[in-house]
C-alpha cells in the first residue's frame, strides 16, 4: 500500500504559478503509476495530468496541456505538478493518485488517493 500527502496549495493571482507536491509512503513508490485530479466546487473529479513509474512518459488533459508539468523524484518518494499560466477556471481541490499499472486518466483506475490541497485562482 502508498499514502499519499498532497501540499503547496494556496492563493494565487491569474497569470500566476504554483508548484504542487504530493509525498508518498512506503518503499514501492517507484512501481506505481502518478497521477494528479481535481475537482471543482459542484462538479465531478477530472483529470489533470499522469506520469509513468519512470518518468518517461506523460499524460494531460487537454485543458492543462502547455502549462501544467508533472514531474517526479523516485529517490524522495515524490511527484509534482508544476502549474503556470494559471486561470479562475482552475480553481480546484487537487488530489494525487497512485495506481499499479499504465497511464490512465480514468479515477477509477487509481487504487490509492490523498486527501487533496486547496487551489484558489483569483484576484
Known amino acids: 500500500q502508498v499514502q499519499l500527502v498532497e501540499s503547496g496549495g494556496g492563493l494565487v493571482q491569474p497569470g500566476g504559478s504554483l508548484r504542487l507536491s504530493c509525498a508518498a509512503s512506503g518503499r514501492t513508490f517507484i512501481t506505481y503509476t502518478m497521477g494528479w485530479f481535481r475537482q471543482a466546487p459542484g462538479k465531478e473529479r477530472e483529470f489533470v495530468a499522469a506520469?509513468?513509474?519512470?518518468?518517461?512518459?506523460?499524460y494531460y488533459a487537454d485543458s492543462v496541456k502547455g502549462r501544467f508539468t508533472i514531474s517526479r523524484h523516485n529517490a524522495e518518494n515524490t511527484v509534482y505538478l508544476q502549474m503556470n499560466s494559471l486561470k479562475p477556471e482552475d480553481t480546484a481541490v487537487y488530489f494525487c493518485?497512485?495506481?499499479?499499472?499504465?497511464?490512465?486518466?480514468?479515477?477509477?483506475?487509481?487504487?490509492?488517493w490523498g486527501r487533496g490541497t486547496q487551489v484558489t485562482v483569483s484576484s
Open positions: 493518485a497512485a495506481r499499479r499499472a499504465g497511464l490512465s486518466g480514468s479515477q477509477y483506475e487509481y487504487n490509492y
Open positions: 506520469i509513468s513509474w519512470s518518468g518517461g512518459s506523460t
